[in-house]
């Protein structure tokens, strides 16, 4: 099925830098999600993202539904070991029934103490 | 308010054999939701559900079936598992209505292998 665009891949990031990701898609969506999965755990939601333009914090991360409606950014401030995982984004079209989560491949992280 | 739970967190498998995955909410979502997640095809929805007593088919349907007798139950069945069935699955489920339809919330997993 279709998938964004999501970089980089993997990133291999020092303790206390901060980091970035993004995703990019060909079609519009009206929400874009972030989810962080840790190993033998499921996906958790970090930030839900509703409106074109919006930013939103959640403690150190920080992210943006673009204006464009095509791409959404992720930022980690100040990096801790504990940040260590794939971070994925999702758009979603939420005018039907059909709440299909549209992924990202994810960035693998991994924090150097 | 444990979220989405899943039961049971691993399980083989013998090819042919039958058995359901159980999925439970208590956030009172209408929608609820099956993927499986295999490497190099990220997650995929097989079912879905807008409330019980409702489901239709996602992208990946073929071998699963699913029911929604309640609002809070979301069972996956295997019917004949198959060795290309060998995944990890999630539950999620997500508020139908208002400014927070569709956002996802996932279950821990369950871990199934097909022999």
């Known amino acids: 099925g279709q998938q964004l665009n999501q970089s980089p891949q993997s990133m291999f990031i020092q303790e206390g830098e901060d980091v970035s990701m993004n995703c990019t898609s060909s079609?519009?969506?009206?929400?874009w999600l972030w989810y962080k999965q840790e190993p033998g755990e499921g996906p958790v939601l970090l930030i839900a993202?509703?409106?074109?333009?919006e930013l939103t914090s959640n403690g150190r991360l920080t992210a943006q539904f673009g204006i464009t409606r095509k791409d959404s950014f992720l930022n980690i401030s100040a990096s801790i070991p504990s940040d260590v995982g794939i971070y994925f984004c999702?758009?979603?079209?939420?005018?039907?029934?059909?709440?299909?989560?549209?992924f990202g491949k994810g960035t693998l992280l991994t924090v150097n103490p | 308010n444990a979220g989405v739970t899943q039961t049971p967190k691993f399980q083989v498998l013998k090819t042919g054999q039958s058995m359901t995955l159980q999925c439970a909410q208590d956030?009172?979502?209408?929608?609820m939701s099956w993927y499986r997640q295999d490497p190099g095809m990220g997650l995929r929805l097989i079912h879905y559900?807008?409330?019980?007593?409702?489901?239709d088919q996602g992208e990946v349907p073929n071998g699963y079936n699913v029911s929604r007798s309640t609002t809070e139950d979301f069972p996956l069945r295997l019917l004949s598992a198959a060795p290309s069935q060998t995944s990890v699955y999630f539950c999620?489920?997500?508020?139908?209505?208002?400014?927070?339809?569709?956002?996802?919330?996932f279950g821990p997993g369950t871990r199934l292998l097909v022999l």
């Open positions: 999620a489920s997500s508020y139908l209505v208002g400014p927070r339809r569709g956002t996802q919330y």
């Open positions: 079609s519009i969506f009206n929400t």
């Open positions: 993202l509703y409106k074109a333009g």
């Open positions: 999702a758009g979603l079209n939420s005018g039907g029934s059909n709440y299909k989560l549209t």
């Open positions: 956030m009172n979502h209408e929608y």
């Open positions: 559900s807008v409330g019980a007593g409702i489901t």
